[in-house]
Structures are given as C-alpha cells and as structure tokens.
C-alpha cells in the first residue's frame, strides 16, 4: 500500500503498511540510482547519493543536497539519526552492530 504523509520537512513515500513488525525494507524504497552506504570502521554509517531519507512516521527529514552524511550507528547520538560523534567518548561495541 503507498503512503504518503505531510511532514515537517516535506512528503515522504512509503512502501509498505504501517504495521510496526513489517520492517522489511522494500524494493525501490531508495530515491536514487548512485545510493552508496559505507560502514565506518567503528563508527557511522556514510551515505553517499542523493536519497530521501524518513523517520517512523514519514516525514522527511533533512539533509544537504550532494553532499554526504552520517548515520549513528551507536545509538548514542544525541542528535539521532545522525552521529554526533558519541561513540568516540562511550565504550560501545561496533560488534554489537554486526550481523550474526
């Protein structure tokens, strides 16, 4: 089903229902050909590319156009979904992260 809401920053589409256990990415949910998401050794995720990127509820949330951006990763960030730097000053584990 797509969903379209009216956020803060604009509209956002989604993909999918908006039951909570359905958090399975789905295709075409990114808005760009050239995406590119790196892990940073311990640290962020960088995205590269242009992309729309959306909280829980649809709304868009703002980045700088052509310009890469980081994820926090730790969870610590007091500036979420960006890192802040946080895991650099906490004893995080980026294996934690990992998948099993």
């Not at 229902?17 to 995720?45: F, H, L």
């Not at 730790?74 to 500036?79: T, W």
Request: proline share 5%; hydrophobic share 25%.
């Amino acid at each position: 089903m797509r969903k379209e809401r009216e956020g803060r920053s604009g509209v956002c589409t989604r993909d999918r229902d908006d039951d909570a256990t359905n958090q399975q990415p789905e295709e075409g949910s990114v808005a760009g050909d050239n995406v590119k998401i790196s892990i940073i050794g311990t640290g962020p995720y960088r995205v590269d590319g242009a992309m729309e990127l959306c909280d829980a509820d649809g709304n868009r949330i703002e980045t700088q156009d052509g310009k890469p951006f980081f994820l926090c990763r730790c969870g610590q960030s007091a500036n979420k979904p960006f890192c802040d730097g946080t895991h650099n000053r906490t004893d995080w584990d980026p294996a934690l992260a990992e998948r099993g």
